[in-house]
């Protein structure tokens, strides 16, 4: 049996023209975390800066956690429509819509007057990112060249870093030259709409979701990008038969299980309720392992141990963002080699770690002022990010989306930046009173909570190595439902070389290739056999279960621009049609090709338009 190992490219990525200029698209939707990266951080460093605190009375508190929690007050608010605006407008046009509402958001924060003002523009912020974060990530997976996909989605978040290291380090620059001018705060908040505008205007000329475009009906556009972007524009290749052919079955599945999408159907099934126990845990766990005591209360933290000067402080914030970009790139890279579950338990076996040993040199700084103990605490920081960063920031993203299958992916993956939004508000809400409560016995609480995640990650994670999205999507349904989707790519792949054999000996002209209207063939031998029109891809799926289709889809993959949805012409040559037998579908697609009739191949009629 062939597999997505058989029909892949093996070269170096940049000697290949289509998969080059398909990364290069992809690095633009990457640029998108670094929007949320530097927003997360922004207000970490401007807490550092003294103009800051004077604009606005030194806030602290509940006030400084309510400022620092406006960006999720928004985001909840957007949550639940933003995966209706990303299946509804597309991947594209989504993530260009929440950039320009972050752009018109951050304006508005840079000349805040007042803590109201400044608290409803950064909850505007919080609308268009969450916009952004629901559409990013997803776009990239769909996309994304088979073997790039897991490395690529996880350095999507890990790109987080960048934007928050720029933050931290314009804040330095500011307080460094700017100290005593209001501009000294106001500049680091304006020049997050930099970023936020190039992606709004550039992901518009990107091209889509095959996914997306498959789901709505739009498949001579989806293998139009398949074949110029994965197969260097072969429409022959044999990764085109087999990634259509596994988009194709794993929707008609998804459709035959759910008849209705909504988010009641995140729980409706077993499956979807092993995956959303996941998404969920991974989404709370993201935010509750001691990692939003440092990242969102770093300043207090530091003068906790001993740290007074405000400068020496801005340093250390900003050298722990460029240590824990290091750390996530690398471990994005990874991420195919060595695997999803052993790098998650290995990030919270040493942040447990980590923690046990933080938990008494803080002990030791705060009931003794032990010098030695307040220097070991900094130490451990960049050892504690360390571990965080092997796992959480390169695939809390990459392994939520990948999951989860099409039809719930982006409410699945709104549901768990809902739970990582509630872990975020309630972290800066309950981090500050609890510290200023319990002091250093805070630490105890947290090497506790690691115990319970180190467990559940052990019992519950599953590894996805070296799977399509299609076949790990379906993972969680049990082994017949993989087995149906890894039979269709298969079946496509042997199809793809069978016909391009019988192309060469010119044996080309058995009944399933005819099915255009007057022209002749449907492009057969890709397109060297033509009557009117242009040439077409044949795509062949089967599946396996006999109570299933079996079928076979002919297209032209150049000229979809000129054949909506398969529709139009010019020529016999090059329409789409999907050829059924013994199917229990209602419907299929269609072909037209110049005498205007549209193919349904289940009964060999033409239906007249």
Not at 352 to 363: E, G, H, K, S
Request: with cysteine; proline share 3%; aromatic share 10%.
């Amino acid at each position: 049996m062939e597999t997505i190992s058989d029909v892949i490219y093996r070269g170096p990525w940049w000697q290949n023209r289509g998969i080059r200029n398909l990364n290069l698209c992809i690095a633009l939707v990457e640029l998108a975390s670094i929007i949320n990266g530097y927003d997360s951080s922004v207000l970490n460093g401007l807490q550092i800066l003294p103009e800051f605190k004077k604009h606005f009375h030194s806030p602290d508190g509940s006030t400084l956690g309510f400022m620092s929690a406006a960006q999720n007050f928004g985001g909840l608010i957007m949550l639940p429509i933003a995966p209706y605006i990303s299946d509804g407008f597309g991947r594209n046009r989504a993530l260009s819509i929440g950039a320009f509402t972050v752009v018109g958001g951050v304006i508005l924060q840079a000349l805040s007057t007042s803590i109201g003002h400044f608290v409803a523009s950064r909850s505007i912020i919080g609308v268009g990112i969450t916009i952004i974060t629901n559409a990013a990530p997803v776009l990239i997976t769909e996309l994304a060249y088979p073997t790039h996909r897991g490395s690529l989605t996880a350095l999507y978040n890990t790109l987080w870093y960048f934007g928050s290291i720029i933050s931290a380090w314009v804040c330095y620059a500011t307080l460094r030259t700017l100290m005593g001018s209001v501009w000294e705060w106001r500049i680091p908040c304006l020049l997050q709409a930099a970023p936020a505008l190039f992606v709004g205007i550039a992901v518009l000329f990107i091209p889509n979701s095959p996914r997306w475009l498959v789901a709505k009906g739009r498949d001579a556009e989806a293998i139009a990008i398949l074949t110029k972007y994965h197969a260097n524009g072969r429409d022959r290749d044999p990764l085109v038969y087999f990634t259509y052919g596994q988009i194709r079955e794993a929707l008609a599945i998804e459709r035959e299980i759910n008849q209705t999408t909504s988010y009641l159907t995140l729980f409706k099934t077993p499956g979807n309720l092993r995956r959303m126990r996941i998404v969920f845990a991974l989404g709370f766990f993201s935010q509750w392992s001691g990692n939003g005591l440092i990242s969102y209360y770093l300043d207090p933290v530091l003068e906790n141990v001993g740290v007074e000067v405000a400068q020496t402080r801005a340093l250390i914030n900003g050298g722990i963002q460029i240590w824990c970009l290091f750390v996530a790139v690398s471990a994005a890279l990874l991420v195919e080699k060595i695997g999803r579950r052993p790098l998650f338990l290995m990030s919270n076996a040493g942040m447990l770690v980590v923690f046990i040993f933080w938990t008494l040199t803080t002990a030791l700084w705060t009931t003794q002022e032990n010098r030695p103990a307040a220097n070991a605490s900094i130490a451990l920081m960049p050892i504690y990010f360390l571990a965080y960063s092997i796992a959480y920031t390169p695939m809390l993203i990459s392994y939520t989306v990948e999951i989860l299958p099409y039809c719930i992916r982006a409410r699945g993956f709104a549901m768990m930046n809902l739970t990582v939004g509630i872990g975020i508000t309630t972290n800066q809400f309950v981090n500050p009173i609890a510290l200023k409560a319990l002091g250093w016995k805070l630490y105890i609480v947290y090497c506790c909570w690691l115990v319970f995640e180190l467990v559940y990650i052990f019992l519950y994670l599953v590894e996805t190595k070296g799977k399509t999205l299609e076949e790990t999507a379906a993972l969680f349904d049990g082994k017949e439902v993989v087995q149906n989707i890894e039979n269709v790519g298969n079946e496509a792949a042997h199809q793809s070389r069978h016909r391009y054999r019988r192309g060469l000996d010119g044996d080309d002209d058995d009944e399933d290739d005819d099915g255009s209207g007057q022209g002749g063939r449907s492009g057969g031998r890709s397109g060297e056999k033509r009557g009117g029109g242009g040439g077409g891809v044949e795509i062949a799926l089967s599946r396996r279960d006999s109570s299933r289709s079996v079928g076979a889809f002919s297209l032209s993959a150049s000229d979809y621009d000129q054949q909506e949805r398969g529709l139009g012409g010019g020529g016999g040559g090059g329409g789409l049609h999907h050829h059924v037998f013994g199917s229990r579908r209602k419907k299929t697609s269609t072909g037209v090709g110049s005498g205007g009739g549209m193919t349904d191949s289940r009964e060999g009629s033409i239906v007249k338009q």
